[in-house]
């Protein structure tokens, strides 16, 4: 019997759809089709297994159980009951809805919630759900149309399980990775966070490095599906462990100048099962010596819509623009901030690679000439 195929869609940053598309492609997920805010795939358990535990940029994986025309509401209860509610979720599990309507006669989105609450339980002749982790189902209404998606993923996929101190302003962890896939590492180079914070972009670099899946060390919401597979998923961890490396073959640095973030970036390193693996010094980026071996040399510096006014980071990126320039000419060269006049004071004519929003800020990755 041929495996069941379901429409599968992996959410993403805006911005990463095509970085993502490509992670997909080489796991060996067929004709991953890129559209606005992600990327859309046909596959079985096994596909939908993979995603969650390869991809490094996504943000969540949904499943489509449905996409059916609806005006009113008895109508829209007809057709939710109909869904294979069993093949997601379980008698009694907790469901959490959340809606969305846009040029539609279904605008309230409280009752559409209601209703579709009503209809899985309906669906599986079930009382209200008990306690524990809730299933997420997200129903999005356009021109009358609704498409019913299930959650697999459970937490964020940007949420791998190693940051256990913060510092201000951090950088996630997917955009870290898309930042690093974007410029083509893969851990054959040495690599320099000159400004590490909570060590993100150290902490990705390495796991890039390693070969090892961001995904293997959590749970995810597919895990309590009726129909959860645990022998493929076991025989799909199995296989990750067997790819990883035992050690890096160039050199990971991660430098601040600031005690609090070196120390913030040691206990996550140490949560990611990395300590040893990577450098991590105190000292100002200014005070970097370049190895004569080339690699890259990237930072997510601050700038003032972040962290207060601009007034006194002139002459921090000046800085930037000696050490990217000169100390580290023949090196490859990123940063990660706006493109305002903060970049144009390094005097280094950078070229967009990437652009996307982090924490409500529209940034870009700026990769030196």
């Known amino acids: 019997m041929a495996q069941r195929q379901d429409d599968i869609f992996v959410i993403t940053t805006p911005g990463l759809e095509q970085i993502c598309r490509q992670e997909l492609a080489s796991i060996g997920i067929e004709c991953p089709v890129p559209v606005a805010g992600g990327v859309a795939f046909r596959g079985g ?29 008895p109508t829209l209860y007809r057709r939710l009951v109909r869904l294979p509610w069993g093949r997601f979720i379980k008698p009694g599990t907790e469901c959490e809805v959340r809606v969305s309507c846009h040029r539609s006669r279904l605008s309230h989105t409280g009752r559409v919630a209601e209703t579709t609450q009503e209809a899985i339980r309906k669906a599986l002749g079930a009382p209200a759900g008990v306690a524990g982790a809730a299933q997420k189902i997200y129903l999005r209404i356009e021109d009358d149309n609704c498409l019913v998606s299930l959650d697999s993923s459970g937490e964020l996929l940007h949420r791998r399980g190693y940051r256990v101190a913060n510092v201000a302003a951090p950088l996630r962890e997917n955009l870290a990775a898309a930042c690093l896939l974007m410029l083509g590492y893969t851990g054959s180079q040495p690599l320099i966070d000159a400004m590490t914070g909570s060590g993100t972009f150290a902490i990705e670099a390495a796991l890039i490095a390693l070969r090892r899946a961001p995904g293997a060390g959590r749970n995810f919401a597919f895990m309590n599906w009726p129909k959860y597979r645990q022998g493929l998923w076991q025989q799909l961890l199995l296989q990750a462990r067997q790819q990883e490396r035992g050690g890096l073959a160039a050199a990971i640095s991660a430098v601040d100048s600031n005690p609090q973030a070196v120390a913030a970036a040691g206990q996550n390193l140490q949560a990611a099962g990395l300590a040893g693996q990577v450098q991590l010094d105190c000292q100002p980026f200014q005070e970097l010596v370049a190895p004569e071996e080339p690699g890259l040399l990237i930072c997510n510096p601050p700038y003032g819509e972040r962290l207060g006014s601009n007034a006194g980071l002139q002459a921090l990126y000046h800085d930037l623009g000696r050490v990217y320039g000169r100390t580290f000419g023949h090196w490859q060269g990123a940063l990660v901030c706006p493109e305002n006049d903060l970049v144009r004071a390094t005097g280094i004519p950078f070229v967009s690679q990437l652009q996307f929003s982090n924490g409500g800020i529209r940034v870009s990755l700026l990769k030196k000439p």
């Open 45 to 73: 358990l096994r596909d939908l297994y993979l995603a969650n535990l390869q991809l490094r940029t996504a943000s969540r994986v949904l499943v489509r159980c449905g996409n059916f025309s609806a005006r009113d509401f």
